[in-house]
């Protein structure tokens, strides 16, 4: 167990529609990433926050957005949702920034949308 | 901008062989180098990691890596694999800058079999 908690683990949801993927980091851990894992695309970095901003901004698309809240979780929001959405998102989470650590992966949010 | 290219999306060995699976990054200066394992709907396990030092690194499972600079490798070996290592095994890389610390960028992957 990585410690990262996500949630819910299976979405299933219709073109068009919008939905939010929660993560809960490991205690103690300020930096959230959040990734998409996909069978054409692979695996590639959507979005980070540390300690509530928005710290590196990779391959997310314009109806995606993320936050991190006061607690330290994040919700990934997902809009206007299209069939090539269909994934598994991956949150990860990191200690505090004293130096190189490494990210420890949620278990995933499998998307399926049809 | 990084890349990471992982030799062979499908590797198949016998239980007991060497396992090797092949990684190569494109940065001038050498990033930060991990390997992450990820069984069937399972999240990503941090297998190993190189950042500094010497050079061979020794991870969990009996895995270990070694980081060639003047190759730009990073390939991982396991001396006699087992049927519990069949899984997908991604390498990934970060930039050293403190930038992007974190953001991991990812190979393709490479699945893993093995036949007993």
């Known amino acids: 167990d990585s410690g990262v908690t996500q949630t819910p683990k299976h979405l299933i949801t219709a073109t068009g529609q919008r939905v939010t993927l929660r993560c809960s980091p490991r205690?103690?851990?300020?930096?959230v990433y959040w990734y998409q894992q996909s069978l054409d695309q692979g695996l590639q970095f959507l979005i980070q926050?540390?300690?509530?901003?928005?710290?590196a901004k990779g391959n997310i698309l314009e109806r995606f957005s993320a936050q991190q809240f006061p607690d330290l979780h994040s919700e990934l929001n997902l809009s206007s949702l299209e069939l090539g959405d269909s994934a598994l998102y991956f949150c990860?989470?990191?200690?505090?920034?004293?130096?190189?650590?490494?990210?420890?992966f949620g278990q995933g949010t499998r998307l399926t949308v049809v | 901008a990084q890349s990471v290219t992982q030799l062979g999306s499908h590797v198949s060995v016998s239980e007991g062989a060497l396992v090797l699976l092949r990684c190569n990054y494109s940065?001038?200066?050498?990033?930060?180098l991990f390997w992450y394992v990820q069984y069937p709907n399972q999240g990503l396990q941090l297998l190993l990691k190189?950042?500094?030092?010497?050079?061979l690194v020794k991870g969990i499972n009996g895995f270990e890596a070694e980081f060639k600079k003047s190759e730009t490798s990073f390939h991982l070996t396991k001396p006699s694999a087992h049927m519990s290592d069949a899984a997908e095994y991604f390498c990934?890389?970060?930039?050293?800058?403190?930038?992007?610390?974190?953001?991991?960028?990812f190979g393709k992957g490479t699945k893993l079999s093995v036949k007993p």
């Open positions: 926050y540390y300690n509530g901003e928005e710290r």
């Open positions: 940065s001038s200066v050498p990033p930060y």
């Open positions: 190189y950042t500094t030092g010497a050079t």
């Open positions: 205690s103690g851990d300020l930096s």
């Open positions: 990934a890389v970060s930039d050293r800058d403190g930038g992007s610390q974190g953001n991991l960028i």
């Open positions: 990860a989470s990191s200690a505090r920034d004293r130096g190189f650590t490494e990210a420890f």
